[in-house]
């Protein structure tokens, strides 16, 4: 209660009768600043306030914690007290912060409660993996922290096209490969678009951070930038800076980098030219999206192209596992490698959606737009 109102929400506690064995009306309604609900209150007053209005008035209702009975209650429609009767009576969205023994939540009948709760729209935080109040028990079951339940809050509430409460990890730019101390191997990513991402990211509210390889480019304002050489310290990076709701892979990552740098400058003489020897860079892209934890709700490729720019798109789309492939055709008479402007198509499981050409900002602030549709 005190997160939430620390963000300008106004808070309408209802206590259970097993809430008020934890905690008192007086604490509650001291916390919250607003009266509290309870069934010896609703009892006495249900014609000046009515668990159908308490229900209605309000932009989002949260039970926070719901035990495992409460959540078997609203999966069949039962309401025998103000608080189930309330989640009854609701057409707002509900957000449910499950806690429980790690056993309960395992159980099959709670299994189903919470598959068919899911399926009704209701909409869940946690439970988190800990310990419980019981000595010596750990696992599933944990009632998420007071921060993420907020930011949970934030999220279902913030307006269309709004990232508020979202964390949304972006990689820009080439990666360079040491040869030696002084020589590269590089590419001519110039980071653009993916830096104009990041800033749009931003600019819709969200936690942002930005991965780049070696740009000239500015820091995006309001955006944590990681700045990296490498492909393997790129990986590093995304991986330090996970979890994300959204991560958009937009770096020129090079494919491959010299099997072993020179530690001192490579001189010409009488070898003749050095023969460099390659090896294959991690795919951070594809190692983040068949991750089994802590996996981003959506995970966005780039596909660069110069021939069959669309058959490739897809190719990738499925071998890399990506919800969404930005594809775009790089041959150098589009200009785009570099370029003020980008003309994409949009490739997921269900089509191709094909975009004029646009500045690079009008881009990113679209993709923006339809990925925050999307997690919804
Ligand atoms: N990518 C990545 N790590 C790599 C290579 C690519 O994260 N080591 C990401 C890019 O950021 C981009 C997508 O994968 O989002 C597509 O990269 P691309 O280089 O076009 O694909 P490749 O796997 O290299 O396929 P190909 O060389 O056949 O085009």
Redesign the pocket.
Known sequence: MRRLKERGAIVRPILTEGGAKFVTPLAVGAIAGERVFTDLFDLAEENDVGHIRLARDTDLVLVAPATAYLLAKMANGLADDLASAALLATDRPVLVAPAMNPRMWANAATRRNVERLRQDGVRFVGPNEGTMAERGESGLGRMAEPLEIAAAVEALLAPAGSLKGRRVLI?SGPTHEPIDPVRVIANRSSGRQGHAIAAAAARAGAEVVLVSGPVSLPDPEGVTTLHVET?REMLAAVEGALPADIAV???????WRVAEASAEKVKKGKGGPPALTFVE??????TIAKRVDNRPQLV??????TTNVIE?ARE?LTR?GCDL?VANDVSPATGIMGGDRNEVSLVTASGVESWDSLPKEDVAERLIDRLSGMLR
């Open positions: 990689t492909a892979f937009a770096a020129a990552v090079a494919d860079n991690p795919d951070i892209l594809a966005i490729g780039f596909a660069a192209e490739n990738k890399k492939v």
